[in-house]
């Protein structure tokens, strides 16, 4: 069986791309290495939810503490979002491919493909691109499709729904998109 290390975002992302790789006879590890994520409460809400989810699920996990460092070392604050998003993603997916690598995984991939809020395109270069550095597969599939219907689980399960992607930047994007609705 082909061993394959995924990167999770978040519990409610994970849906349907565990479903879709256990499906196709992967054994899948998740790896839940998000140092975006502001602040400490959320990034403990979006875990605690993970750990609620795996309890309905068979698998492991590899979970790493709550990193923000990693994060502002590397993103300056007046990036903008075509800009600050593929560092981010390279952030997340290089220490998959990274620890994929080290641990003798066949492959590697990422929930954030379920995502239609993020670059499908750029993730799979960004995926290809470490792949060949690091000489572990990628694993690309186009896991938009299960988007909603994860989501109306999750909410059936009362499992956690973030409002915002996780970063501070994209907090107080949200909060201002929703003051000036309100003006
Ligand atoms: S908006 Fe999302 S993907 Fe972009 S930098 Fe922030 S957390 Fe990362």
Redesign the pocket.
């Known amino acids: 069986m082909a061993k394959l290390l995924l990167h999770i975002c978040c519990a409610p992302c994970t849906i349907y791309p565990l479903s879709f790789l256990k499906e196709k006879g992967f054994e899948v590890t998740g790896f839940f290495y998000n140092p975006?994520?502001h602040p400490e409460e959320e990034f403990v809400r979006r875990r605690d939810a993970l750990y609620e989810f795996f309890r309905r699920e068979v698998g492991e996990v590899i979970y790493f503490d709550y990193l923000p460092e990693d994060f502002f070392i590397r993103?300056e604050p007046e990036l903008s979002?075509a800009e600050?998003?593929p560092?981010?993603?390279r952030l997340r997916l290089e220490k998959t491919a990274l620890y994929a690598q080290e641990h003798n995984f066949d492959y590697f991939s990422t929930t954030?493909l379920v995502s239609p809020y993020?670059d499908q395109a750029k993730l799979r270069t960004l995926g290809e691109e470490l792949s060949q550095k690091y000489k572990v597969k990628f694993f690309f599939e186009d896991f938009r499709t299960g988007f909603r219907e994860a989501h109306r689980k999750a909410n059936e399960w009362g499992l956690y729904l973030q409002k915002?992607?996780?970063?501070v930047?994209?907090k107080l994007?949200r909060e201002e998109a929703i003051s000036q609705k309100k003006r």
């Open positions: 975006n994520i993103i979002p600050r998003c560092q981010c993603w954030l993020q915002y992607c996780g970063c930047y994209s994007e």
